[in-house]
């Protein structure tokens, strides 16, 4: 069973930034998949930043892009979300997700912002941006 620990978020003004992390423990296999989603109020959740680690690539929300840096350190399975020029629709709760088992073609099939990959969640932490 994989376990992930969440670090960081908290609340900021617009243009700030923020770091979140992510620990992962119990994978049984070298290769995984591990990113950030997150929910607002009244929103369904969605992706943020993924990394699949059998080849190191990175996928970000088009919201994102250029703010976001996602980043993978693989000897400590963890994964850091430096989240810069933070705007206030950026607010919500981020959760950390982990996926060890499905390939990257099918979590592709999928959709990489997509939940229906995710097999394992952490429990959430806050980011607020106010304006």
């Known amino acids: 069973q994989v376990q992930l620990v969440e670090s960081g978020g908290g609340s900021v003004q617009a243009g700030g930034s923020l770091r979140l992390s992510c620990a992962a423990s119990?994978?049984?296999?070298?290769?995984?998949?591990m990113g950030w989603f997150r929910q607002a109020p009244g929103k369904a959740r969605e992706g943020v930043a993924v990394?699949?680690?059998?080849?190191?690539?990175?996928y970000y929300a088009d919201s994102v892009k250029g703010r976001f840096t996602l980043s993978h350190d693989n000897a400590k399975k963890t994964v850091y979300l430096q989240m810069n020029s933070l705007k206030p629709e950026d607010s919500a709760m981020y959760y950390c997700?982990?996926?060890?088992?499905?390939?990257?073609?099918?979590?592709?099939?999928?959709?990489?912002?997509?939940?229906?990959?995710?097999?394992?969640w952490g429990q959430g932490t806050q980011v607020t941006v106010s304006s």
């Open positions: 990394i699949y680690t059998g080849g190191g690539t990175t």
């Open positions: 119990g994978y049984k296999y070298g290769t995984y998949c």
């Open positions: 997700a982990a996926e060890e088992f499905l390939r990257l073609p099918a979590i592709l099939d999928l959709g990489i912002m997509s939940t229906r990959w995710v097999s394992f």
